[in-house]
């Protein structure tokens, strides 16, 4: 389900440098379909070691789709530039004379590379760890509520869908015996023909197609017969308008329901000998496409 949540809170500087400046903690969660749960996770080198507590909330409280979650952290752009001091500034010069008398060929340091070396990032708060986990629940509980929002959006348009398909299968309900009919004129036409062929002058058909003609008739009337397909059919709508009222994670559930529901439409198409029944069962197959796509979208 696709959803998108983001949030910054400022960290206050440590006591062991009150004067540092202050830094923005910031955290993203996009979140795209998907059948399963794919967790992605972009984090600078000062957050690395958070993302086994972040998987673990994100494993909790989500169960389908791509998510990807990106965390930083960035320094106020009106923070203050600290010069080095003459003591910083000695040590590294003691270095770079000692480094030269071991290697003369090396060259003398920039003022440049100097300031690069002695540059320090500001200190981390000591409670990085658990401002970043709860930063990360408070977007996690605006993605939860963005993906309702659109869960709501996809259940009313799967409950539409149901209601077009149980008009379609009380539409095909009384094509059945009117398949049966027509059959029953063919195997008429064909028993005249079997007796025309044979000479029979008596009205009775001989034994052998008397009998061929019963096994042909039985044998397609167990082929029309789409009863059962029709009654698992609207068990399963009756299935799957259960569970959208029943809400909850639901979505793997409604994904084989949504393959039963394809089976029937696919069998009542094969067993189909009219244009209106072929309609009906195109129809269907239409439907259930719709819920399928829309249905990998649920948790």
Not at 24 to 43: A, M, Y
Request: a neutral charge.
């Amino acid at each position: 389900m696709t959803g998108y949540a983001c949030a910054s809170r400022r960290l206050h500087p440590t006591e062991a440098a009150p004067h540092a400046p202050e830094l923005v903690l910031g955290v993203e969660i996009r979140s795209v379909n998907s059948r399963f749960l794919d967790l992605g996770f972009r984090l600078g080198d000062e957050l690395r070691a958070c993302e086994p507590v972040l998987r673990e909330r994100l494993q909790a409280r989500l169960k389908r789709g791509k998510v990807e979650l990106r965390a930083w952290i960035e320094g106020r752009t009106e923070a203050a530039w600290r010069a080095p001091n003459s003591a910083e500034l000695q040590k590294m010069l003691a270095t770079q004379d000692q480094i030269r008398t071991w290697m003369p060929q090396a060259r003398e340091l920039s003022v440049a590379e100097l300031l690069q070396l002695l540059s320090r990032a500001p200190p981390l708060p000591a409670a990085l760890n658990d401002a970043l986990a709860s930063l990360a629940e408070q977007v996690l509980d605006e993605l939860r509520s963005a993906r309702q929002r659109e869960g709501e959006r996809l259940a009313q348009m799967l409950h539409d869908r149901l209601e077009q398909l149980q008009a379609l299968a009380l539409q095909a309900q009384p094509l059945v015996p009117a398949q049966v009919e027509q059959q029953r004129l063919r195997f008429l036409e064909r028993w005249n023909e079997a007796m025309g062929h044979t000479g029979a002058d008596s009205g009775t058909a001989p034994a052998a197609a008397h009998e061929r003609a019963l096994t042909e008739a039985t044998a397609y009337a167990l082929r029309l017969d789409i009863a059962e397909e029709l009654t698992r059919l609207q068990s399963h709508l009756s299935e799957i308008g259960q569970l959208l009222r029943r809400g909850g994670e639901v979505g793997k559930r409604l994904d084989f329901l949504i393959q039963e529901l394809q089976r029937e439409a696919n069998t009542l198409g094969s067993k189909s000998s009219s244009l209106a029944l072929t309609r009906i069962a195109v129809e269907m197959k239409v439907l259930i496409e719709q819920m399928r796509e829309q249905v990998q979208n649920l948790e």
